[in-house]
């Protein structure tokens, strides 16, 4: 399995505070991407990275920010949390070799009140 | 932008064959991919094809690709109870950027 680390696994929080998701990995993978799932949308697209300090706005950007200060870090910041922003986090990675699969880690419920 | 459909739902029998449907609408597609996920968990590469392949076998999967109708299905033969989870379609053009499908969760029965 790919070594890919995301925390908190779960968090509850309230509406306005700051929450910061981490993704860790091992693999010296260059790209990395934050997606959200939830039900009937699927996967969305967050942000991405494609190398440390290169980053760029996904489909639904909008309230997120990152960093990868790191190869193997990339956070995921809500400022300010809304309700709307309770889901399913997922991180994943890529080497962006020829079949550009994507690895991903398990998750991180967040669960705004 | 670029899209990928497929159906949202797929109850079948265990012992029976499933078959997931996907349409996609970029003509760049190069790979295309099925991803499993199964609960509580994150989305593994189940398998992969490339655009200038028509099929690919591997064990009790089978990957058919039309590229002229730009369709793609995921055939699993004598489906398990294991083998529920929600399957996702995914295709990849140029960038590094994949496109996927809203997913197909598929209900194994006993």
């Known amino acids: 399995d790919a070594g890919i680390t995301q925390s908190p696994r779960h968090k509850v929080t309230e509406t306005g505070t700051p929450v910061t998701l981490r993704c860790h990995q091992t693999?010296?993978?260059?790209?990395m991407y934050w997606y959200r799932q939830d039900p009937g949308h699927g996967l969305r697209l967050i942000h991405y990275?494609?190398?440390?300090?290169?980053?760029d706005k996904g489909e639904v950007s909008d309230g997120y920010s990152v960093s990868r200060s790191k190869t193997e870090d990339f956070l995921l910041t809500l400022e300010s949390a809304t309700s709307s922003q309770t889901s399913v986090y997922f991180c994943?990675?890529?080497?962006?070799?020829?079949?550009?699969?994507?690895?991903f880690g398990e998750g991180s419920r967040l669960t705004v009140l | 932008g670029e899209d990928v459909e497929q159906s949202l739902f797929l109850s079948v029998r265990e012992g029976d064959s499933s078959v997931i449907n996907c349409t996609y609408t970029?003509?760049?597609?190069?790979?295309l991919y099925w991803y499993k996920q199964e609960p509580g968990a994150g989305l593994q590469l189940l398998t992969y094809?490339?655009?200038?392949?028509d099929m690919k076998q591997d064990q009790r999967l089978t990957v058919l690709l039309n590229k002229k109708d730009k369709h793609l299905s995921l055939r699993i033969a004598d489906t398990q109870t294991g083998d529920s989870a929600i399957y996702f379609c995914?295709?990849?053009?140029?960038?590094?950027?994949?496109?996927f499908g809203r997913g197909t969760s598929l209900i194994v029965h006993p």
């Open positions: 995914a295709e990849k053009g140029g960038s590094y950027i994949p496109t």
């Open positions: 990275s494609y190398g440390v300090k290169d980053t």
């Open positions: 994943a990675i890529s080497g962006g070799g020829n079949t550009g699969e994507l690895f």
């Open positions: 094809i490339f655009s200038n392949m």
């Open positions: 970029d003509s760049s597609s190069t790979y």
């Open positions: 693999e010296n993978h260059r790209y």
